[in-house]
């Protein structure tokens, strides 16, 4: 890690340890959101777009302190692109990727890791959510052609072994995950109901019964159909010299053939909410609830101020759920925040929660809409909304921290946005956030007519 990063962290916390906001340490925290903004002007310097000549785009970032690097392949399909009864097939595509091509994993399985492993790889994984799918390792820096071999072979030829194991795998993974766990199971019914049309009401890791009804061929034409130059990003971040990775790129993964057809689109719109909804699970589990609430995706700027709001209420001793939920009313027993299910799409902001015992749902379900109420009337302090921003900043260095990290956010900003920038921007967003900006989205999108509940009883 460079080691200006690491001097600012170290600023960072020792803003964070300070208790008191005044005059001065506004000032402080001015100066140094201005040294931050500079380090990220100086890191964007690093960060070289290369195009090949299929179109596949590489975002390339140089980081010398250390002989390794981080290659990841991003593609912009995931769950919500599945055609109907067909749901996890893009979840299923991603194990099926791992189980070799025309020439590895002929003769023994796990052939992809095994090769890696001996060559100083680690971090071998992959993932899948609802609008793409990654896949991800890091190596010694004299690893790079045998990288691009490997990986630019699993997108030419690869050969989807052991079809019907493997989606036995996937099944019981759901069983674990879901039909098995009391949050997965409100998860579940959250986005089934809070998204009435959106695909982002099916599960990413898709219907039992759907998922047991998948056939080879249907991978097959998935991986066909959205596995393509224009429709995929490379990012690599480590020790490597982009006069040696440009041939060698354009070798090994300009070989991947062009496809002038167009890529489906997602056209239908989730319609908007005309009231209250709510769903029980039945489940043996203690009672619990998760609340989701429609909200905008970026670049729409109210997308911005929730990740303050995530801050204020939830990230801290002093959150205002942590102290008055937790600690001064003994409702909860926890209280956390997400944005789900995706990016690309307007998603919800939900809220998870545990009451204490002999607490009801309905107690403590009122007592965060109180909170929420109160943020429609009254501005958050100058001092509650620079400590979320302080947080912020720690969050986004460690993002900058380590290679995977940084491949992952410079992939995903060139994939969904066109812009391998856009992830800075955010952040200079952030620091512009008003506790205006905070009140209009709490009028604006925590309302009960917005509101879904599911609830384990």
Known sequence: MPKFIKFLQFIFLFLILTPSFSQAAAQTQEVQSEQTLQVLDNLKKNIQLITLSNGLRVVFTKRDTAPVFTGQIHVKVGGVNEPLGKSGVAHMLEHQAFKGTKVIGVTKDNEFGIIYNENGGVNLNAGTAKDLTYYTVSLPSNAFELWCWMESDRLLNPVFRQFDKERDVVLEERYMRVDNDPSGQLYEALLAVSFLSHPYRVPTIGWASEVSKLQLQDVQDFYAQYYRPDN?????????????????????????????????????????????????????????????????????????????????????????????????????????????????????????????????????????????ERLKTELVSAEVLAAAKRREQMDFLSLLETNDSLAFVLGQSELFYGDKYEFFKTYELILATTAEDLRKIARKYLNLHQRTIAEIK
């Open 232 to 372: 995929m990003v490379i990012s690599l971040v480590g020790n490597l010299e982009v006069e040696t990775i440009k041939p060698l790129l354009e070798r090994y993964f300009g070989r991947i053939p062009v496809k002038t057809s167009p890529l489906p689109q997602i056209i239908t719109q989730e319609e908007p909410q005309r009231g209250e909804r709510r769903i029980e699970v039945q489940f043996e589990a203690q009672p619990q609830f998760m609340i989701a609430y429609h909200k905008p995706s970026y670049p729409d700027p109210d997308d911005i101020s929730f990740s303050l709001l995530h801050s204020i209420l939830n990230q801290g001793r002093s959150s205002i759920f942590n102290q008055e939920l937790v600690r001064d009313q003994k409702l909860a027993l926890g209280v956390s925040t997400l944005e789900v299910p995706g990016s690309l799409y307007p998603s919800v902001f939900m809220v998870s929660a545990m009451p204490r015992n002999g607490v009801s749902n309905e107690q403590l379900i009122s007592a965060i809409q109180q909170i929420f």
